[in-house]
């Protein structure tokens, strides 16, 4: 099969996924879909590790190194207004972030390295995963049910809407954020609006605690480091003339290093119990760890860039995005690279109107395939 049919394929698989999608572990007909293509390239040994994701392991005759890829599949509940001729069918629910590019490229990757099978030594492990957008996530599952075991390296992509179609971002170190969030509960004394003396205001305590929360970043983050904390959610009364009981607060947290994520997380409260103690009011304060960072494996990420072309790689800039890849990279060193799908007009990830340049599908398959072709011949070398 030529590259050209094998890139006519890939689009037609993705649109029929963006067409069909399905929310995190709930992927039941998109994992039967993509087990279904597998099954019809025959030379593959199938196995579905959890209800909602798959995974094909592509053994070549002679021996060698590990390689494991990964796509996610998962969509969001976002109601798609893209005008796409192939938009969702499902009510509230659409493929807003490129998952259905990412699974339809790597379904292509295993067809073009199965008509390669006889230049390979080791064996490539394609991981169709469920559930990246809902922590804990779906890596964690395939990790905890054995699907990182004996895995030397692992390689992900995403594409990006953000970067020009064709154009490939590849880091060394960090390149996605840990994804923390918090959720804070200030109580103070209800009363009547008109006798505030009587009452201990929560609203008026929460609107300080958001202000003050700005100095986090500001005055308590070292000026080298990055981290991001963002107040995304308040609420609280019942009437125009009632000072409620309690006013609830939320966000999020993104940091790449660990002594910053502990640090922010701290910082985070004792801002809090300073302006709750000076009001003499109350809090309860919960911080929920979300994914960590996804830190690239330097030797990884050279493979990576030793196979694009040269005029394709960028410079790129780490994202404060989360991502549950880093799961897989607590077993197997590995990378995580982008691939630029923009195109003139394109909405951001997570839009209503978002869709990517399906040009960027060739080039994903691409470098995925002369990546697993390069690193089963010499390994890490």
Known sequence: MTETAVVAEAVAWRRHLHEHPELSFHEHETA???????ESFGGLELEQPTATSVVARLRAERPGPTLALRADMDALPIQEDSGLAF?????????????DGHTAALLAVARTLLARRDELAGEVRFLFQHAEELPPGGAAE????GMLDRVDAVIGAHLMSTLDTGKLGVLDGPCTAAADTFA??????????????????PVAIAAQAVVNLQHVVSRNTPPLDSAVVSVTRISGGTADNIIPETVDLGGTVRTYRPEIRERTQAAIERVVAGVVAAHDAGYAFDYVHGYDP?????????IVR???DADRLVDFEPLMAGEDFSAYLRDAPGCFFFVGAGHPGAYPHHHPRFSFDEEALPVAIETMSRAALRFLQRGLD
Do not use: K, W
């Not at 039967?32 to 597998?38: A, D, F, H, K, S």
């Not at 069918?89 to 998952?99: D, F, K, L, R, S």
């Open 142 to 145: 395939l990790v905890a049910a």
């Open 184 to 201: 804070i509960t200030i109580t103070g004394r209800g009363g009547h609006a008109a006798f505030p003396h009587e009452a201990v205001d």
């Open 32 to 38: 039967r879909y993509v087990r279904g293509v597998l």
């Open 294 to 302: 996804v830190v690239n494996d330097p030797r990884v990420a050279a």
């Open 306 to 308: 030793e196979v694009a």
């Open 87 to 99: 938009a969702s069918c499902a009510a509230g629910v659409m493929h807003a972030c490129g998952h």
